[in-house]
């Protein structure tokens, strides 16, 4: 089965600098790749997703590469904010085309801090 | 509309008691999961159900059991409860094509 890695486990930055979180993958065949943020006892939230035929994608101050050829993908965070502050987490999937559902496998997190 | 929905929210369980977890969403979606979290080891994947009346496993399924009851629920069953399940459960639904997964707000579980 599908195997994701995740680093760094926790992350600390300044507020405005730059936030990168990396992720790896095993299953060639896996397509599609979300980025959930969790803070502290809440639910985990889509923030931003990329299918394998694209590169890279961008959202506000978020943005997510994709390398398909070296099975990695990150998260980029500019102009870091406190409110930035939370659990990130990586997955990826085959599904989502077929009808069938998306199984996803989650990275193991990392943990974001935006000091002041 | 209320999204995704989880009773309870707090349970505690003693060794080798039963009880069922419930998840209920309004969004018209086919598909509904159900993972767990511990710590330092994300969301894994327990059993799922990419439409009404299937249901399959995921990556950690022993010790559970799951009903889909029609569309909106999903349930998941611990017969015999363990200490090693001691987590916090979450519940998501998406669409049958499964790209945005919605979470409900978890139910954390304490088997002493």
């Known amino acids: 089965g599908e195997n994701v890695e995740q680093h760094p486990s926790t992350l600390s930055v300044q507020e405005g600098d730059s936030a990168v979180i990396k992720c790896t993958y095993s299953?060639?065949?896996?397509?599609?790749f979300p980025w959930y943020k969790q803070e502290l006892g809440k639910r985990p939230q889509l923030i931003i997703d990329?299918?394998?035929?694209?590169g890279e994608k961008k959202d506000q101050r978020i943005a997510v590469t994709l390398n398909k050829t070296a099975k990695h993908f990150s998260l980029h965070i500019t102009e870091t904010q406190p409110e930035d502050s939370a659990v990130y987490f990586c997955?990826?999937?085959?599904?989502?085309?077929?009808?069938?559902?998306?199984?996803?496998?989650f990275g193991t997190g990392t943990q974001l801090k935006v000091e002041l | 509309n209320a999204g995704v929905t989880q009773t309870p929210k707090f349970q505690v369980l003693k060794t080798g008691q039963s009880m069922t977890l419930q998840c209920a969403q309004d969004?018209?979606?086919?598909?509904m999961y159900w993972y767990r979290q511990d710590p330092g080891m994300g969301l894994r994947l327990i059993y799922y159900s990419a439409s009404e009346g299937t249901t399959d496993k995921g990556e950690v399924p022993n010790g559970y059991n799951v009903s889909r009851l029609n569309k909106r629920e999903f349930s998941l069953r611990l017969e015999s409860a363990a200490p090693s399940q001691t987590s916090v459960y979450f519940c998501?639904?998406?669409?049958?094509?499964?790209?945005?997964?919605?979470f409900g707000p978890g139910t954390r579980l304490l088997v002493l």
């Open positions: 299953d060639s065949a896996s397509n599609y």
């Open positions: 990329i299918r394998s035929n694209v």
């Open positions: 969004m018209n979606h086919n598909s």
């Open positions: 997955a990826a999937s085959r599904g989502g085309l077929t009808g069938g559902g998306n199984k996803l496998t």
């Open positions: 998501a639904s998406s669409t049958s094509r499964g790209e945005t997964q919605y």
